[in-house]
C-alpha cells in the first residue's frame, strides 16, 4: 500500500502564494515520477507539473514561470510553490506518484483563490 498525504491548500487572494506539500509512505520502493493536478468543477483532472525521481520538471503552460514543482527524496515529498495565484487557478490539487508500475493518488487538496 502507497499513501499519499497533501497539506498546504487554502484560500488565497489572488496574486498571493501557496505552498502544496505531499508526503509518500508505505510500499514505496521505487518511488519514480511525482507530480500535482487539479480539477476545477465541471472541468476534467490536468497535469499542473511533474518531476522524475532524477529532477527533471514538466509543467502546464498556464503555470510555467509562476509554479515550481520540486521533491525530497529523503523525505519522499513534493511540493508545489506557487506564485501570482489567478482566479482560475482555483481547483482540488491533487498528489500523483508513479511507485514501480502502480499510480496513486493522494486525497486532494482545496486551493481557493479569490479576485
Known amino acids: 500500500q502507497v499513501q499519499l498525504v497533501e497539506s498546504g491548500g487554502g484560500l488565497v487572494q489572488a496574486g498571493g502564494s501557496l505552498r502544496l506539500s505531499c508526503a509518500a509512505s508505505?510500499?514505496?520502493?521505487?518511488?519514480?515520477?511525482m507530480g500535482w493536478y487539479r480539477q476545477a468543477p465541471g472541468k476534467q483532472r490536468e497535469l499542473v507539473a511533474a518531476?522524475?525521481?532524477?529532477?527533471?520538471?514538466n509543467y502546464a503552460n498556464s503555470v510555467k514561470g509562476r509554479f515550481t514543482i520540486s521533491r525530497d527524496n529523503a523525505k519522499n515529498t513534493v511540493y508545489l510553490q506557487m506564485h501570482s495565484l489567478k482566479p482560475e487557478d482555483t481547483a482540488v490539487y491533487y498528489c500523483?506518484?508513479?511507485?514501480?508500475?502502480?499510480?496513486?493518488w493522494g486525497q486532494g487538496t482545496q486551493v481557493t483563490v479569490s479576485s
Open positions: 518531476i522524475t525521481s532524477g529532477g527533471s520538471t
Open positions: 508505505g510500499s514505496i520502493w521505487t518511488l519514480n515520477t
Open positions: 500523483n506518484a508513479k511507485v514501480g508500475f502502480g499510480t496513486h
